[in-house]
Every structure is written in C-alpha cells, then in structure tokens.
C-alpha cells in the first residue's frame, strides 16, 4: 500500500527513527496509495515532535490525500488544538476544500470540536463555506446533532437560510434528524419555518412525515403563529433511518483501494453528507 518506514515511525511516535530516516535521506513527502503523507498520520494521531521534525524538514502542510484532505482535516476532525495550530503556523489553507467539499470546519461541526473551530476562525475560515451539495458546517452540526457547535457556529453569525442543492436549509434537516434543542436554537435566531425545499416540503412537513412529535408540536405553534410561543424543549426524538434527503456528499476512508487496507490506516469511519 506504498506506506514507508517513516509513515512507520510517525503513526507510533517513533520519533528517534522519524529522525533517524530523515537524516538518511527518508522523503517527508513519500505518500501510501491512498495518498497519506507522514504528516497526515502524524496529524490525526497528534504526534506532535514528530509533526514538528517533519515540518523542519520540508513536509508540505497543505498536502492532499486522494480524497483531497490536508494533515488539518484530520487534526480537525479528530480536535486536536495544538496540531491545528502547529498547521496554521506552517501556513496550512484553514478553507482547503477536499474533493467533495469539506473543509476543515465542516469536520469540526460534525464531530462538535468546538475548540479547533475557533482556532480556524480566528484564521479566516469561512464560516458558511459550502461543500458541492451545498452543505454549510452548520448544515452538518445540525445533521448530527452538535449544540455546542451550533451555538457557536450561530455566535458567528452562520446563515440560518443557506440552503443545499435540494433546498434544505439546516431547520429542515434538524427536523429531519428530530432534534428539537437544535431547532429551537434555529428558530431563535431567526430560522424561517416556512422555507420550502426543493419539493415544496417546510420543516414542519418533514418532521410530520417522519413521526416525530415533539418536533411536530414545536415546529406547528410557530409555523402557525410567531416564535415568540415557542418553549425551549430539551428532549430528542430518537433518529430515524429512512429521511427525506440523504446527504449526498460521503467522507470515505481513505486507506479504501483496489490491494486491500493497510491496517495502519484503515481506522477512519466513513461519513455521508
């Protein structure tokens, strides 16, 4: 699977025989078949010394994968704050979209790293940056049901109203997950519940089809009358599988190839948007 003696080193921190083989000519730049550098390990594990050494001698920090993500995707995803800033410092693109569209703030929404989202946004990351379905990060916060991200995505003044390539906007598909904190949040901030999607569907429509009635209750008071009416409602419905609208984008493995997984590499799950 074309992974090096220092791909190697750095997903176990081997740091002595990370130097060792850079000193004897090991390339930073080697990449396995599914398009990881040294770095890219490095990065998701948060081997930080290791990450440093590989900087010093020259590892691109904006390196791609064959999926198109950078050693700060995974740093992001996986929220690790020193090594985004270790990234950032070594000039990686905070808005670096992969072959689909995330960047790295999308992985932050999706896995609620409130604090590496704040690292990106202090360096400039779009914060309604769209993926190629038209996903927000506060698209996929919703999807998954981040609170914590939300709110902080909301604090930024993400648009409540952007809307993906079907039409919905992130009230429509929190009613599609029945999550009604994150809804309630929404609407505080202005969400619009009679917003169509692409098949003339509101929110309210959506949850009413998919059974769930706290949502349902929640969302018929201000689609009827004014937000003003609406409780603050803590419970969740329990989500369904089949949806209105699967997400169209997937975040899959990278280490996935026609020889096989490496094993080394083959820890990342897969993610559909």
């Known amino acids: 699977n074309g992974v090096t003696p220092l791909h190697v080193a750095s997903h176990y921190d081997n740091q002595n025989v990370a130097l060792l083989l850079l000193e004897k000519g090991a390339s ?73 569209g995330l960047t790295p703030l999308h992985l932050c929404a999706q896995e609620d790293r409130v604090k590496v989202a704040q690292i990106l946004g202090k360096n400039n990351a779009t914060i309604d940056a769209v993926t190629k379905a038209g996903y927000t990060p506060l698209h996929i916060a919703r999807h998954f049901g981040q609170v914590a991200m939300v709110r902080w995505l909301l604090e930024q003044g993400a648009n409540v109203e952007s809307s993906t390539s079907l039409g919905y906007t992130p009230l429509h598909q929190a009613a599609q997950q029945g999550h009604c904190l994150v809804i309630t949040l929404l609407l505080q901030s202005r969400a619009k519940p009679d917003a169509l999607t692409n098949q003339g569907l509101t929110a309210l429509a959506i949850a009413n089809k998919l059974g769930y009635v706290t949502v349902v209750e929640t969302l018929k008071v201000v689609t009827e009358t004014t937000i003003t009416t609406t409780t603050t409602i803590t419970t969740e419905e329990k989500y369904r599988v089949v949806a209105p609208e699967a997400m169209q984008e997937t975040f899959m493995s990278d280490s996935e190839d026609d020889g096989g997984e490496d094993p080394m590499l083959s820890d990342q799950q897969q993610y559909r948007y």
């Open 28 to 100: 930073p730049h080697a990449v396995a078949k599914n398009g990881h550098t040294p770095l890219h390990i490095a990065a998701k594990k948060n081997q930080m010394d290791i990450a440093t050494t590989l900087l010093e001698y020259g590892a691109k920090a904006n390196a791609e994968s064959k999926a198109g993500f950078t050693p700060l995707h995974l740093a992001a995803q996986e929220g690790h704050t020193d090594m985004a800033t270790l990234l950032i410092d070594h000039h990686a693109d905070v808005n670096h979209h992969s072959k689909n």
